[in-house]
């Protein structure tokens, strides 16, 4: 599809796979919020179709241009846009009850369950807090029984305190109910925990697609996250659970990985993303280091890095990690791709960035 | 002179009351209509049209009456139309003075409904969209309520400002006793009329109190239908 604005082009063909969330990422600007218009239909583009379970909703070279209301996308906006004068429940039976679908998917009292909404029902919005309003909102966008649910960085507007009372639900909804969703973000975090596939926007353009383990992979998501968050995401069942040391494994390719990990019973599905500056390659094994992880794989690329250094990309296995190492390192190490290496993972490293995922998606 | 039994202030009370109704009654809608088309439409003429609805608000009121009852006089063409038609006679009736009352006081009204739709978020409309609303449906729930204030105020302030509407209401109504004679015009009579000066003094005290009660109840009604609204 083509849209163009004054002082901005958008230029995207996207296609989304369903179920699953699709996170669509980029830089502010970079067109997301367009795109997601267009799909939900509050903005017309100049040239392009947008197709949803093979019917057209919009077709610019034939002139269809299914009305908003007639589409049956749920839209979860960054502002949550609430209706003041209603309280939560009419709020959330306003989509109820002008549903366009046969049947009803999510009911009032699964959803207002799922989503923690039950003290709320009576309040009107003025007195919830933000992360509140941003349940609500999905709750009524829900029982709207929309064929797909847009979320447009529904968490960009609250602090970190506001967004714990909201990711965790959007996990719950991923993995509870099959709606497809398309998450809008521009933060990273935010796409580890509940992606199944991104596609990174750049200046109106969409650079790559992919599922989320090999999208992390992509040199010019760099240039987006930033050097400190670049790290290949694997990811893995879990294999054996120790409660009292809080460490758990999981398979990594062939190998096996102990991570820090609490809460999560054996047989669960985890991603993990492995930060390229926390992996350390050794040209021989080594003995009496702490690292728990010591991981025979092969040296595959080496690309510069930021600021001088080399990003060195093995096959641990089968599954791709990432390192980081100085310049200096690599001379000293003497690494060309097809050597032979240890690749040294802290398995306390890996807190904090250890996901877990719907089973079997 | 008087045929009716009431007390002169009373007759101009009630008769100033029924026709700042039934003028408000009547032009509500069509204030509504007009300050969702001069906010949100596009169309060429716009600015025309915006420049129409705030006319009496610069027109000699004599004018304005003088224009309608080349419009809805006897014999004028839309006054014998409705006349045969409906059997409604507008020239020198109470009905006729709501009229003038009510073109008078219209670019108040449009004015208060326009400045609170201009405040509804666009955006509430669209999530209403998404959510399955039809263009009438959105407006009905969703524009309506939050522009409640903004009607209440129009409603309101139009009512106070029509109790006093006295030029266009003389010339197009004329000053019937117990008819058209609402307070403005029974205290302009009084004031005609040798020795009428202490009913002129207790007309135009009447008039006072009532302006100012209005304004008071536009006030807290619109403060209280705000919180209400969760604004």
């Known amino acids: ?361 | 002179m008087n045929a009716s039994p009431e007390s002169p202030e009373l007759e101009a009370l009630r008769l100033s009351l029924e026709v700042a109704v039934r003028s408000v009654g009547f032009s509500l809608p069509l204030a509504v209509l007009a300050a969702w088309v001069l906010t949100r439409a596009r169309f060429p003429g716009r600015l025309l049209l915006d420049a129409f609805v705030h006319l009496p608000l610069v027109l000699p009121p004599v004018a304005v009456g003088y224009v309608l009852l080349l419009l809805f006089g006897a014999r004028a063409p839309l006054g014998a139309w409705l006349r045969t038609e409906f059997g409604v006679q507008l020239a020198f009736t109470t009905a006729g003075a709501a009229l003038a009352t009510a073109v008078m006081t219209f670019p108040l009204m449009v004015r208060a409904i326009r400045l609170s739709l201009e405040h509804v978020d666009l955006g509430l409309e669209d999530a209403a969209r998404t959510l399955g609303a039809a263009p009438l449906d959105r407006f009905l729930s969703i524009t309506l309520p939050l522009m409640l204030p903004g009607i209440l105020a129009g409603a309101v302030t139009a009512f106070a400002a029509g109790l006093g509407e006295f030029g266009a209401v003389i010339t197009f109504a004329s000053n019937v006793p117990g008819v058209t004679r609402t307070l403005p015009l029974a205290l302009y009579t009084a004031m005609q009329s040798p020795g009428g000066d202490a009913l002129a003094l207790r007309l135009a005290l009447l008039s006072f109190a009532l302006g100012l009660l209005g304004l008071l109840a536009a006030e807290l009604l619109v403060r209280r239908v705000r919180r209400y609204l969760g604004g």
Do not use: C
């Not at chain 1, 019917?55 to 007639?70: F, K, N, Y």
């Not at chain 1, 990309?313 to 100085?326: E, P, S």
């Open chain 1, 1 to 361: 599809m083509l849209k163009q604005l004054p002082g901005f082009r958008l230029d995207a063909t996207l296609t989304a796979p369903t179920p699953g969330v699709i996170a669509l990422f980029g830089r502010s600007g970079s067109g997301k919020s367009t795109l997601t218009n267009v799909i939900a239909g509050l903005l017309t583009p100049d040239v392009g179709t947008v197709t949803l379970d093979g019917e057209q909703l919009t077709d610019m070279r034939q002139g269809i241009v299914v009305p908003v209301e007639r589409r049956r996308i749920g839209y979860v906006f960054q502002d949550a846009r609430l209706f003041p004068h209603l309280s939560v429940a009419r709020n959330l039976r306003y989509g109820e009850r002008r549903r366009r679908a046969a049947s009803t998917v999510s009911g009032f009292d699964e959803v207002v369950a799922l989503l923690g909404l039950t003290p709320l029902l009576q309040k009107k919005p003025r007195q919830l807090s933000g992360g509140e309003r941003q349940r609500v909102s999905l709750g009524r966008a829900l029982l709207s029984q929309p064929r797909l649910l847009l979320l447009d960085e529904p968490l960009a507007s609250l602090d970190v305190a506001r967004r714990e009372e909201v990711l965790p639900y959007l996990v719950a909804l991923r993995d509870r109910l099959s709606i497809p969703m398309v998450y809008v973000s521009h933060q990273f975090e935010e796409v580890l925990r509940l992606a199944t596939h991104l596609v990174l926007l750049e200046g109106g353009r969409v650079l790559a697609e992919g599922p989320v383990d090999e999208m992390s992979l992509y040199p010019a998501l760099q240039d987006i996250i930033g050097p400190d968050l670049v790290g290949a995401v694997v990811e893995g069942l879990v294999t054996r659970v120790n409660t009292e040391t809080g460490s758990a494994e999981l398979a990594l390719g062939t190998g096996t990985l102990q991570v820090s990990l609490r809460d999560v019973p054996v047989g669960a599905r985890v991603r993990l993303q492995l930060l390229a500056r926390d992996v350390i390659l050794a040209t021989q094994p080594v003995q009496g280091l702490s690292v728990r992880n010591a991981l025979a794989s092969t040296v595959i690329a080496i690309a510069d890095d930021w600021f001088g250094a080399a990003l060195v990309r093995v096959d641990v296995g089968g599954a791709i990690v990432l390192a980081r190492i100085t310049q200096d390192a690599l001379r000293a190490l003497r690494l060309r791709p097809g050597d032979a290496v240890w690749t040294l993972i802290k398995a306390v490293s890996t807190r904090g960035h250890t996901f877990t995922l719907a089973p079997g998606n």
